[in-house]
């Protein structure tokens, strides 16, 4: 399996460099050269078997020669017997139509960590036995955060430098990353915003002498890893409620593109997926690029889906790429340019084969809690309510179930759970003793040079 950039002008490259390299040379996204192709056969045979069995069965045509299915085996054991929940992702039926998907029952809490499990060991199976050393570098408001560094923490030949913003995540955010105490996790609070920390992080990645000095990657959901991870519970869930048989519909909340274009990828693979409901706040430019085809950026306005609170959508390239290969590259100039384009006529008709869209407010999103409570006694985060609300719109044949992606537990966000719901959603026990828990981490300005400075002192530079 080769994997080749969005736009056009970096190397073709095997599995194992493209999870470690993340991004592509020519600021494009890697994804796969041709989509593996699973038969009606291929699919029944996934009846029945374990999620760890049908990890193995969906990601083996995508790692190719870099593993062997035994390694691949041992990996997500690893990975996914970190879970609390023995179906790692269970299904929860909410009534004759709708189903929730739990991703949340990983270490952190939210679906981040079924990908950055895995994604972490296969960072440390990669780089084994060579003398290279990654580094990884991000900026974090809450979640992706968290989730990255307990996927790393203590493995060999990864550093992590995680940058949040000083006063401006909660105190569970917070204490979810300082209280990890491994050597080689680096906690850093800055003196400035979330915007700031971003910034700084891009600076790093453009300072190609700095970045190639100390290999540093990112973990966001630019890593085709991680949305091959994610591949998995698209197939898990379908073949539970009757796929190959009878298709399946999806709803997804989404911010990046990353979870919902996972989904994509499984209907390329032969999945019989009836429709992608592409869920968004009021953070809508995905809404209004799949509706009307205008992808332009406004400002961010905040709300109580934060992971969702975003004007770009990194992973919306690798749908348009796939739609109409060819201008892409100029495409995504045009917008880094002006922050808008349009899409083209190809693009907006492949895209409403299978996608569907909509935009979800804070009171529909308050609505959804309380009916997914009254109705079925299920307590919902705001992200998984949107997701729902757009779910319960989307006005599938009743024949089709439809699945909506529980993205984070409740107890992320207790209290816009209890503004809505009145019901205050309890941590689950086994991260319970946060407050008890000693925390490590340093605060440094929101300087280039100050945080360059510090991450050179406790990196590993290349050989
Ligand atoms: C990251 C995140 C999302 C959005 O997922 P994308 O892959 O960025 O679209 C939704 N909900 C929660 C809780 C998240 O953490």
Excluded at 2 to 15: E, I, M, N, V, W
Excluded at 25 to 37: A, F, K
Excluded at 161 to 168: A, D, N, S, T, V
Excluded at 260 to 287: E, S
């Amino acid at each position: 399996m080769h994997y080749q950039s969005t736009r056009g002008a970096a190397p073709l490259l095997g599995f194992r460099d493209v999870t470690l390299a993340g991004l592509a040379s020519d600021g494009g996204l890697y994804v796969p050269q041709s989509w593996p192709s699973f038969s009606r056969e291929q699919i029944a045979a996934l009846a029945g078997l374990s999620y760890v069995e049908t990890a193995v069965r969906v990601m083996l045509p995508f790692v190719g020669e870099d593993l062997s299915e035994d390694e691949l085996r041992e990996l997500c054991t690893r990975a996914y017997g970190r879970f609390a929940h023995a179906a790692v992702t269970p299904l929860v039926q909410l009534d004759q139509q709708q189903w929730l998907l739990e991703l949340f029952h990983g270490p952190t809490l939210a679906f981040k960590d079924v990908a950055l499990q895995l994604l972490g060991l296969l960072f440390e199976r990669f780089l084994r036995g060579g003398n290279q050393h990654l580094t990884i570098v991000g900026a974090t408001s809450g979640d992706t955060g968290s989730a990255a560094i307990d996927a790393v923490a203590g493995r060999i030949g990864v550093d992590i430098f995680m940058l949040h913003p000083k006063g401006r995540v909660s105190e569970v955010q917070r204490r979810q990353m300082t209280t990890v105490l491994a050597p080689n996790v680096h906690n850093i609070a800055i003196e400035g915003s979330f915007d700031d920390a971003q910034a700084l992080v891009k600076a790093m990645f453009n300072d190609r002498d700095f970045a190639g000095r100390f290999q540093v990657t990112a973990v966001n959901s630019i890593n085709w890893a991680r949305l091959m991870a994610q591949v998995v519970y698209y197939f898990y869930a379908a073949v539970r409620l009757g796929a190959p048989d009878r298709p399946v519909a999806f709803s997804v909340p989404t911010g990046n593109f990353g979870d919902v274009f996972a989904g994509y990828v499984a209907a390329k693979m032969g999945l019989p997926v009836a429709k992608l409901v592409v869920a968004t706040n009021v953070n809508d430019i995905l809404h209004r690029a799949l509706s009307t085809g205008d992808y332009s950026a406004g400002t961010v306005t905040p709300t109580d889906a934060p992971s969702m609170d975003i004007q770009v959508s990194s992973n919306f390239e690798r749908l348009l790429f796939d739609l109409a290969g060819a201008s892409v590259a100029d495409q995504m100039r045009g917008f880094e340019a002006n922050r808008a384009m349009q899409l083209s006529n190809a693009q907006r008709q492949g895209a409403a084969a299978l996608f569907a869209s909509d935009r979800i407010d804070a009171a529909e999103m308050n609505g959804a809690m309380r009916w997914a409570h009254a109705e079925a006694g299920q307590v919902l985060d705001p992200h998984s309510a949107i997701g729902l609300a757009a779910a319960r719109r989307a006005g599938a044949p009743a024949e089709v179930p439809v699945v909506t992606l529980a993205t984070a537990h409740a107890a992320k966000f207790a209290d816009a759970v209890e503004r809505a719901t009145g019901v205050r959603p309890s941590v689950p026990s086994r991260v319970g003793d946060l407050y008890q828990r000693q925390e490590r981490y340093d605060v440094l300005p929101a300087t280039f040079e100050a945080i360059t400075s510090y991450i050179a002192e406790r990196a590993t530079p290349k050989a």
